[in-house]
């Protein structure tokens, strides 16, 4: 989906949502987020900077709380090369304990599949990626090497530095669920939550921030939601709106990419279920 969840050649997004069972709670440790509070401000340099070393001020402890296993349907709408259309999407959920895989696939008539998946470790300070890949018409991945703090990419780009707190453009989406999940006592409206995000052919840092609740009248029914957003930061950059229920474990009930040329992906929560 948004350059982070899978959207058919268009914006990618990914969404999780409704935990089928109690949330998994890891202990409380540093999740590697800047959490800053309202009117806090966020760093320019380290948001601008994607392949230079991160900066590692985030030493305040975070507690995570991971989602239980789940299967999240989604209905879509959006726009791609000015071609207006409709999807379904469905993002798989499942962890044991200790590793985890995320999987998120759209489809849509005319524009065709785009899949998105993130594989690798559930540690205290959350989810801890090892593999991200992006598939369209090919597919390109993202390594991660954490004892080197690098990340490589098949596509011919050059690695990247990341924190050990990065996250890629699917499981990014389920970690700040997980925090706000863990202490959303924390989270109130203007607070600022900065983390490495890395595409299949990058790495950049995201700050999200928290804007309020608000009560959305989805597919799924009425839900009660707290909404988050990223804005853009520069001509091509793209804006990303998240919603997170708290009924749902912090889960995204609706994700929204918007890019820099008007198209955009808007997924809503149709379902939940085991997987």
């Known amino acids: 989906m948004a350059n982070t969840a899978a959207t058919p050649e268009a914006p990618a997004t990914a969404a999780p949502d409704p935990p089928a069972s109690a949330p998994l709670a890891a202990p409380a440790q540093d999740a590697r987020a800047d959490i800053s509070p309202p009117d806090g401000g966020v760093d320019a340099d380290a948001t601008d900077a994607p392949d230079a070393t991160v900066d590692r001020s985030d030493t305040t402890p975070a507690p995570v709380q991971i989602p239980a296993p789940t299967r999240l349907a989604y209905e ?19 962890h044991d304990g200790s590793r985890y895989e995320a999987r998120q696939e759209i489809r849509a008539f005319l524009l065709g599949a785009r899949a998105q998946s ?25 390594h991660f090497d954490h004892d080197r703090g690098r990340v490589s990419f098949s596509a011919s780009t050059p690695e990247a530095a990341v924190d050990p707190g990065a996250q890629d453009r699917l499981s990014i989406f389920i970690q700040l669920g997980a925090l706000l999940a863990a202490d959303p ?14 595409s299949a052919r990058s790495a ?13 009248d ?41 890019q820099a040329n008007g198209d955009y992906a808007d997924l809503r929560l149709r379902s939940s279920s085991a997987p």
């Open 118 to 142: 993130s594989v690798g470790r559930i540690t205290p300070q959350g989810l801890r990626p090892e593999r991200f890949s992006d598939r369209a018409r090919s597919e390109q991945v993202a």
């Open 218 to 258: 989805l597919p799924a029914g009425p839900t009660p939601t707290l909404k988050l957003q990223r804005l853009p930061r520069h001509g091509h950059d793209q804006r990303a709106e998240l919603w997170l229920a708290p009924a749902l474990g912090h889960l995204p009930a609706r994700i929204r990419l918007t």
């Open 204 to 216: 950049d840092r995201w700050t999200f921030t928290v804007e309020g609740p608000e009560t959305l």
């Open 76 to 94: 879509v709408s959006g726009q791609a090369r000015q071609f207006t259309y409709s999807a379904r999407a469905e993002l798989l959920w499942q």
């Open 185 to 198: 006592d924390r989270f109130v409206p203007g607070t600022g939550i900065t983390l490495t995000s890395v």
